[in-house]
């Protein structure tokens, strides 16, 4: 099971004023290298690309899969993003991975779109496989119209761009079962995976005549000496998040209550135990998050332990 870190590790943290953020995130990817981590994900804010990042980082670390984690689509169209993505793809080598997902219904709000959510998610990923797959699209919907007017060439210079789609509750997995190549379960926890994603996944797949998404775990988590401070940092960052119906409704599932229990925080066997843990549930591969909940220190220890844990469970 091979086990990346999405960064920046501090979703809500600012850079300090002055700093590149595109050396900044080239420099924490060298570092997960050299650590032994084999994949880096890029988290999109409203600052610096994520795509832009991901084929810098691609280029630059020839030995590092990465990818988004996520994108959101609003106000991207399928033209533009898989216009973007296949240059990811082209600088990374073929190394390039694009997960994406809805966006908060405030924010496609703000860019103007208002259509029922899930229909137009049906529709983008239609559109966007279309063109990563074959450069070219003639689509006419009821939300979206997206048409090329010539082929592209990118396609054949590598593998079709995989997209992997942020998901929650059944209608996002049967969009995941339908028209992607893999799903990203959000707030999720490993019993949760093992007794709902999972086989909704598959029996969603089934039916398509396709074969079940690649699952990745997303989860936060430090290894730390300092559990009470890392867990109430977490609460800071993760609880807003289970005010959200389709989130509350995982966190039933899973028998908790707040989303910052998700987060795995303790010493190295604690880690370890919990990587298992997802393996066991079917997990194909494991993105830690928010692994700067901890001192600097803490973090390089993660860091360290994943790359080791990755090495160990890739062969």
Do not use: C
Not at 212 to 229: C, E, F, I, Q, S
Not at 238 to 251: K, S, T
Request: neutral net charge.
């Amino acid at each position: 099971m091979r086990i990346g870190v999405a960064l920046p590790t501090d979703y809500y943290e600012q850079l300090t004023p002055g700093v590149n953020p595109v050396e900044y995130l080239l420099d924490r990817a060298r570092k997960l290298a050299h650590l032994g981590v084999p994949a880096v994900w890029l988290t999109q804010r409203f600052d610096y690309d994520a795509l832009a990042v991901a084929a810098v980082i691609g280029r630059e670390l020839p030995g590092t899969t990465v990818g988004t984690a996520i994108v959101p689509i609003h106000p991207r169209h399928p033209n533009a993003l898989a216009m973007q993505a296949q240059t990811a793809q082209a600088a990374a080598g073929g190394r390039f991975e694009l997960g994406l997902g809805l966006s908060l219904p405030e924010i496609a709000a703000g860019y103007g779109n208002t259509h029922p959510r899930i229909r137009y998610l049906r529709e983008y990923l239609t559109a966007l496989r279309e063109l990563l797959h074959t450069g070219a699209v003639d689509h006419a919907g009821e939300t979206l119209v997206a048409r090329s007017p010539t082929r592209s060439t990118m396609p054949h210079l590598h593998p079709a761009t995989p997209i992997l789609l942020a998901t929650s509750g059944p209608l996002t997995l049967r969009v995941a079962a339908e028209l992607a190549d893999g799903a990203m379960p959000l707030l999720t926890g490993p019993n949760t995976l093992a007794d709902f994603t999972i086989p909704t996944l598959a029996r969603r797949a089934a039916a398509a005549g396709r074969p079940r998404p690649r699952v990745l775990g997303m989860v936060g988590g430090v290894v730390t000496a300092d559990v009470a401070g890392a867990r109430a940092r977490a609460a800071q960052q993760m609880d807003r998040y289970g005010e959200m119906p389709a989130y509350r409704a995982l966190l039933h599932r899973e028998n908790i209550t707040e989303p910052a229990e998700l987060a795995v925080i303790g010493d190295e066997q604690t880690m370890a135990d919990a990587v298992a843990r997802y393996a066991e549930a079917g997990a194909d591969e494991l993105i830690f998050a928010l692994t700067a909940l901890g001192s600097a220190r803490d973090e390089e220890r993660t860091w360290a332990l994943l790359g080791e844990l990755s090495s160990t469970r890739s062969h």
